[in-house]
């Protein structure tokens, strides 16, 4: 399928204004564009009846986390929500319109973890920081008012990618016990690989920005086979979370989310996967932009209430979700 004409319009909106792609600037240039362009194509700044800053301990020193909570006293169900901006860019600012978004649709709390980023520190520092934020708020739920019997997590992007590799942990060392995983167009697999030969327009997401992204994250290519950077990798996927995998049609991480969410359903983990036709890489982020990333952000909410054991809202309510293509 073509672009959606909403995706031709942005490439040439981006075009007359001479954007150059981000694996062209340096890390401090690239680090603040995408923070502008996330806020620009997010839409409106929905309110939240409360979000705050706090820190959790974590393997080298305290993290800092956005809290999102919607109305509510005690215990809410909680969503850890990993930012994208492969592990080199990001921040829960970046996260913070998803993040507003998902506490009230759903409604459910939000908690964004900023973990450390690459170059200054290379892989695992990510995934051993945002494994350590949900174990944290698991044994301390009453901290945050979290209910840890309804305990998410999930990710767009390299966040999908720490969220997969979240749950092998959780998995592996006991804990914690996480009801589902969000995982939006997630990076699955490093290892270099041919990619199509179209796939390098530098208006867009391409197979240049994955390759820079991941000479950042990963200071020893050999790492790429570490099932904790490519979850896709993992001899076993049985005995993980419920997944919503959502993937965008012209994205170049496409196949290999999709090839995780078919690993998952073999694995007999309960999984969706839904292809957004004519999407690009990051539209779920920019709802403001895309009629689709609305249209993803509703199905994600979706998915949160069903996992959570939230009731299904009226039909025609406007937090009912319409999805992707549901494959």
């Given at each position: 399928?073509?672009?959606?004409?909403?995706?031709?319009?942005?490439?040439?909106?981006?075009?007359?204004?001479?954007?150059?792609?981000?694996?062209?600037?340096?890390?401090?240039?690239?680090?603040?564009a995408d923070l502008a362009a996330?806020?620009?194509?997010?839409?409106?700044?929905?309110?939240?009846?409360?979000?705050?800053?706090?820190?959790?301990?974590?393997?080298?020193?305290?993290?800092?986390?956005?809290?999102?909570?919607?109305?509510?006293?005690?215990?809410?169900?909680?969503?850890?929500?990993?930012?994208?901006?492969?592990?080199?860019?990001?921040?829960?600012?970046?996260?913070?319109?998803?993040c507003r978004r998902l506490a009230?649709?759903?409604?459910?709390?939000?908690?964004?973890?900023?973990?450390?980023?690459?170059?200054?520190?290379?892989?695992?520092?990510?995934?051993?920081?945002?494994?350590?934020?949900?174990?944290?708020?698991?044994?301390?739920?009453?901290?945050?008012?979290?209910?840890?019997?309804?305990?998410?997590?999930?990710?767009?992007?390299?966040?999908?990618?720490?969220?997969?590799?979240?749950?092998?942990?959780?998995?592996?060392?006991?804990?914690?016990?996480?009801?589902?995983?969000?995982?939006?167009?997630?990076?699955?697999?490093?290892?270099?690989?041919?990619?199509?030969?179209?796939?390098?327009?530098?208006?867009?997401?391409?197979?240049?920005?994955?390759?820079?992204?991941?000479?950042?994250?990963?200071?020893?290519?050999?790492?790429?086979?570490?099932?904790?950077?490519?979850?896709?990798?993992?001899?076993?996927?049985?005995g993980l979370p419920p997944a919503?995998?959502?993937?965008?049609?012209?994205?170049?991480?496409?196949?290999?989310?999709?090839?995780?969410?078919?690993?998952?359903?073999?694995?007999?983990?309960?999984?969706?996967?839904?292809?957004?036709?004519?999407?690009?890489?990051?539209?779920?982020?920019?709802?403001?932009?895309?009629?689709?990333?609305?249209?993803?952000?509703?199905?994600?909410?979706?998915?949160?209430?069903?996992?959570?054991?939230?009731?299904?809202?009226?039909?025609?309510?406007?937090?009912?979700?319409?999805?992707?293509?549901?494959?």
């Open positions: 399928m073509s672009l959606d004409p909403q995706v031709v319009a942005y490439r040439a909106a981006r075009a007359a204004a001479g954007t150059r792609p981000l694996y062209t600037q340096t890390l401090a240039e690239a680090r603040a996330i806020r620009a194509g997010g839409g409106d700044v929905e309110p939240v009846h409360e979000v705050r800053d706090t820190t959790v301990p974590g393997p080298d020193g305290d993290l800092r986390v956005r809290v999102h909570r919607p109305a509510g006293d005690g215990p809410l169900p909680t969503l850890v929500y990993f930012f994208g901006g492969g592990w080199t860019l990001g921040s829960v600012e970046t996260a913070d319109g998803i009230n649709a759903t409604p459910c709390q939000v908690v964004t973890v900023g973990y450390r980023l690459a170059p200054e520190h290379p892989f695992p520092a990510a995934v051993l920081d945002c494994h350590a934020a949900t174990r944290w708020l698991a044994e301390h739920a009453a901290a945050l008012r979290v209910d840890p019997d309804r305990l998410v997590v999930g990710g767009d992007s390299a966040g999908g990618n720490l969220a997969a590799a979240v749950t092998l942990l959780a998995r592996a060392e006991g804990g914690p016990r996480l009801a589902g995983q969000l995982l939006v167009y997630p990076n699955t697999d490093q290892r270099a690989a041919p990619r199509p030969t179209d796939d390098q327009d530098p208006l867009l997401f391409n197979r240049h920005s994955v390759d820079w992204y991941r000479g950042h994250y990963l200071a020893d290519p050999a790492d790429a086979a570490d099932p904790l950077a490519s979850p896709l990798l993992a001899d076993d996927l049985s919503l995998v959502i993937t965008a049609e012209h994205d170049p991480l496409r196949d290999e989310g999709e090839r995780y969410a078919q690993r998952l359903r073999e694995a007999g983990v309960p999984v969706r996967a839904s292809r957004y036709p004519g999407m690009i890489h990051g539209f779920f982020a920019m709802p403001g932009v895309f009629d689709a990333g609305r249209r993803a952000q509703d199905e994600a909410a979706a998915f949160l209430r069903d996992v959570f054991g939230l009731p299904t809202p009226p039909a025609g309510s406007p937090l009912t979700a319409t999805v992707g293509d549901g494959r």
